[in-house]
């Protein structure tokens, strides 16, 4: 069994900074890439930001400058800083994984989401 378990999210004023946190558990050989999405109430979930296990990184244009992913490559984990948050950043954010267990091929995981809510 893997999990993803996200925490860190809840109510900011504009302009304010939250810190996100996914941490990977289970029987994990090995992850490849950990990347933040988020949705917002009527929209499509869209990509915020990835990170490889090379500590490559991608962010969308939406928070590029503003929001930057990091992980620990042996907590399993992936943190995502958000500083200078806007009211558009409000949504629920998902943490996902591709990862390869130890007892399967590599596939994707993603965590229940943790609300972020930025108020003006």
């Known amino acids: 069994q893997v999990h993803l378990v996200e925490s860190g999210g809840g109510l900011v004023q504009a302009g304010g900074s939250l810190r996100l946190s996914c941490a990977a558990s289970?029987?994990?050989?090995?992850?490849?890439?950990m990347t933040w999405y988020r949705q917002a109430p009527g929209k499509q979930r869209e990509l915020v930001a990835a990170?490889?296990?090379?500590?490559?990184?991608n962010y969308a244009d939406a928070v590029k400058g503003r929001f930057t992913i990091s992980r620990d490559n042996f907590k399993n984990k992936a943190n995502l800083q958000m500083n200078s948050q806007k009211p558009d950043d409000t949504a629920v954010y998902y943490c996902?994984?591709?990862?390869?267990?130890?007892?399967?091929?590599?596939?994707?995981?993603w965590g229940q989401g943790t609300p972020v809510t930025v108020s003006s």
């Open positions: 996902n994984a591709l990862l390869r267990p130890w007892y399967s091929r590599e596939d994707e995981y």
């Open positions: 289970g029987n994990i050989a090995s992850i490849n890439r």
């Open positions: 990170i490889t296990s090379g500590s490559n990184t």
